[in-house]
């Protein structure tokens, strides 16, 4: 489920330069009130059908000759167009004059960040930038450098907020901070890493020989607090949350993260199958998957309120609604 969301993330923002051999998506997004749906099939490399609706009002289609229509604002009207068989409409017609509605898309797509929490997010790896602080993307993979952006953008509040963040996983930094570690000619490009200072050590300690478990909320503490201070539209998609840090840090992660993007315009999606992650959780925010052959069914608060509510009332943890097949007595509405 994760890497569907994460394949269309890179679809839609024009970042996964192949066209899949085959692919057949149907995605409903809420923007407040309103609806939008995008559907997209592509065979044997082609694009066979592409459409885009906001709520009644068509305003992209293409079929398998590739003659479709689109919305034209300043004529207020479908006009004919004839994209490449091998193109997203939707990335390909991009115009914020007369097509704003696929910034939506795209805003959503390029801002997504995917984590897996299990791996060293590459702990490695320092950033390459120019000396102007000019990147051309941010990544789970360039850390250094979206602190940086952070920083840019808000100053010493971002620091002083990912400071806040990582004392409540009881990580007690004075200090984080970049630094260049080589300089790369011609083109005055510098190669930047992360460094923290923590409260009880007399020198700062350089991403590579932070601990695993440490970085990993770091890290994602950090692309966080950009991503709220930039009011970037974004999809969070984090796969075993909690992986590598002790009970007490990863409940009081989990916890810090809901906190965090509530109200805000990040939609975050976690993973877990870990007993002490999923009673951490409460289950209001449940997405249970259940897989039979090819088909999967979902199971949340939406589609299933009243065995979610029923269940309340067992003063059993949430692990036993899972672990049980609890909520196998709801019948999803949708």
Known sequence: MLNVISDLTELLAGQSKIIP?????????????????????????????????????????????????IWVDSDEKLVRFQPPDDALAVVNRRDRIQHPFLEKLHDWATNARKFRFSTSMRQEKSSLVSSN???????????????????????????????????????????????????????????????????????PIIQIDISSGMFRALSLLIQINYLLSAHKPSCIIIDDIGEGLDFSRSTKLIKLLIEKVKGSQIQLIMSTNDQFVMDAVPLEY????????????????????????????????????????????????S
């Open 21 to 69: 051999r085959d692919i057949n998506v149907n995605a409903l997004f809420q923007d407040g009130e309103q609806s939008i749906e995008y559907s997209v099939k592509i065979q044997q490399w082609q694009i066979v059908h592409e459409k885009l609706m906001e709520g009644n009002k068509l305003l992209l289609e293409r079929e398998i000759d590739n003659v479709g229509q």
């Open 133 to 203: 602080l000019d990147w051309k993307t941010f990544s789970p993979e360039n850390i250094p450098a979206i602190f940086e952006k952070g920083k840019q953008i808000n100053g010493d509040k971002f620091v002083d907020e990912v400071k806040k963040d990582m004392e409540i996983l009881n990580y007690y930094i004075e200090d984080t901070f970049t630094q260049i570690v080589s300089k790369i000619s011609p083109g005055n490009i510098q190669e930047i890493a992360l460094f923290i200072q923590e409260k009880d050590l007399p020198f």
């Open 286 to 333: 449940w997405q249970i998957i259940q897989r039979e052959g090819n088909q999967l069914k979902i199971y949340n608060y939406h589609n299933s309120k009243a065995i979610f509510d029923k269940f309340e009332f067992t003063s059993l943890g949430n692990f036993y609604f899972f672990s049980s097949n609890y909520f196998l007595k709801a019948k999803p509405t």
